[in-house]
């Protein structure tokens, strides 16, 4: 039967399609990392655990703005950030056609741009919006009830300071950090 | 444009040049050029000199020891060329980049010696994304033929 068989020769322009037998898109294929840009809240995990210095943040000071960026000649494809992303931001694509001509090309680059909150006392920025904002639910979930009000007064006591005003008003506006465990008593 | 300078561009030859690194996208290059793929249907050839090719191959990031090899082969090349760097290490230098490079063995990715045209990322990419990496080559050798196709006269 082997002068039947179907040739083994793979076309490759036309064997992209995913539904033929011998695709060029195998399943579980790790392609191109792509981020939603609704889910991401700019908190570094990508960029710790990058292995080869592709994930880099750039911090804007002058306009507040917090760049999170994948350049992908630098990428290994390894997955690691998809693994750690604690929103499920990104995830990786079935694309892997990415050859261009140039390093300053656009599509070399995987970019999401957060606001980042200006401190009411020094004027630096610090966090981006949408991370403080999801820590502030996260706490809200598992708190204890004795000490949630006391919590909650203080965040919005400080929540306008970046941390190291935090920790220089802690005294004048009453919010140290283990204030609750001390209300708590033995 | 020559007789010469058609048959360049539908059958163009490439010289692999493995700078260095981990042998991974040689491998991948090497699976990209056999029958499975079989580039030889666009003219895709491998050759065994850098006098013969027309597009230069070049894989992994350069070791010190390497930068008079690399551009001695890349000079060997016959004008017009075209260099393809294949990998994340040819491209960027991936896991040996260094913010500072003080690095006493390596040197990076190949593009601070010589031109790159064309850069086709990923560790190691896929052979077909290496075949649409060589076809992108391919049209910049044709554009670059066009560009000198005034001053030759065949």
Known sequence: MAHYSSPMTLNYPSSVDPNKKYSAIPEGLRGVPERDEEKCIGCEACARVCTGMATKIFDNESEAKRLVQIFLFRCTFCQHCVDECPTEALKMSKKFEVATGSRDDPANYVDTTLDLLRCANCGHTFYPKKYVDKANELLLQKINPLVKDVVVADFKKVQDYCPSCRRAFAYKYDTHTKKHVWLEGP | ?154
Not at chain 2, 51 to 66: E, M, N, S, Y
Request: charge should be neutral; hydrophobic fraction near 40%.
């Open chain 2, 1 to 154: 444009m020559g007789i010469m300078d058609k048959a360049r561009i539908y059958s163009p030859w490439l010289y692999h040049l493995h700078c260095g690194g981990c042998n991974g996208c040689d491998i991948e290059t090497l699976a990209a050029l056999d029958p499975r793929w079989d580039p030889e249907r666009f003219g895709i050839q491998l050759v065994a000199s850098p006098r013969h090719a027309d597009i230069l191959i070049a894989t992994g990031c350069v070791p010190k020891q390497f930068i008079p090899m690399v551009k001695r082969v890349y000079e060997q090349v016959p004008e017009p060329k075209v260099v393809v760097a294949i990998g994340g290490c040819a491209c960027g230098g991936s896991l040996f980049y260094n913010e500072d490079p003080d690095n006493y063995a390596i040197l990076g990715s190949p593009d601070l010696l010589i031109p790159v045209d064309v850069y086709v990322p990923g560790c190691a990419p896929k052979p077909e994304a290496i075949i649409n990496g060589i076809v992108q080559g391919i049209l910049k050798l044709a554009a670059k033929k066009k560009a000198a196709a005034p001053t030759q006269k065949s």
